[in-house]
């Protein structure tokens, strides 16, 4: 993103596989799809919080409400509500994974919504907490059960983990080899590519990054647009950046 996080989140493109059937959830990933519309964000949360207090235990509904948190959060410049909506997706996450846990998308909606709290929590606090154990519990578990969720969304939170850990376990080399994996398979994933721009940067290779940035704004909206529309906003910064490392 284009802040550093204390852990990843997350990070990620947010369409996920695993999706259920009818014609009710159809409606609501449809309005998921339309999320960054006027209005339709709202819409899509309090049509999920009726379902559950409706029943309460569809895992189906639950997951669908952290992911929604986890979208809110993502992009949330204050960093006490980052950490209430972070928070609160994480618990949806958590029992969506109770509920179903030979499904991924629980534990990976908890996992990339505990790195969007520890991120408006501060790194310092985010390790005090111990939210690196319990990210990484979880993320493990849903590569485990579906890596390749979400385009690759489970991989690339590890690998933003990798990266945004403090030395020594910092580790720009996993994070690449993950980055790019992802991306041999899934080359319209922004997140991943936006990722390995920051990375570039971080390692001195301003022009490396630059032609990362180039490729997320060539990248034509398909599966996702507002994730999408989101990371190619956030690109400028680091453009920009290259730009000013390459005068």
């Known amino acids: ?35 960054d519309e006027a209005g339709r964000l709202e819409e899509l949360e309090q049509r ?12 189906e509904h639950v997951w669908r409400l952290s992911r929604v948190l986890y979208w809110q959060a993502d992009a949330m410049p204050d960093k006490a509500e980052k950490k209430r909506l972070g928070y609160e997706g994480w618990q949806y996450g958590d029992r969506a ?4 846990p030979k499904r991924a998308e629980g534990h990976y909606y908890a996992a ?11 790194l310092f606090a985010a390790l005090a907490e111990g939210l690196e154990g319990k990210f990484l519990e979880r993320i493990d578990r849903a590569i485990g059960l579906d890596a390749w969720l979400d385009r690759g969304g489970p991989l ?3 690998g933003r983990y990798h990266f945004s850990m403090p030395w020594p376990k910092r580790d720009n080399r996993r994070a690449r080899e993950l980055y790019e994996y992802v991306l041999a398979r899934h080359p319209g994933n922004v997140r991943a590519r936006y990722y390995l721009a920051q990375l570039e940067l971080r390692e001195g290779n301003p022009r490396a990054a630059r032609e990362a940035i180039a490729k997320v704004q060539a990248t034509p909206e398909s599966s996702d647009p507002p994730e999408e529309r989101r990371i190619k906003s956030w690109s400028e910064r680091v453009r920009n950046e290259a730009e000013r490392a390459l005068r």
């Open 97 to 100: 994974a109770r509920l179903n």
């Open 48 to 59: 999920l919080r009726d379902e559950l207090r409706a029943q309460p235990d569809s895992f």
């Open 156 to 158: 690339v939170a590890r």
């Open 112 to 122: 990339i919504c505990i790195g969007v709290y520890g991120d408006g929590a501060g």
């Open 1 to 35: 993103m284009q802040r550093a996080l204390v852990l990843p989140l997350l990070c990620l493109s947010l369409t996920a596989t695993g999706a259920g059937t009818g014609d009710g959830l159809a409606e609501l990933d449809a309005l998921f799809a339309r999320r």
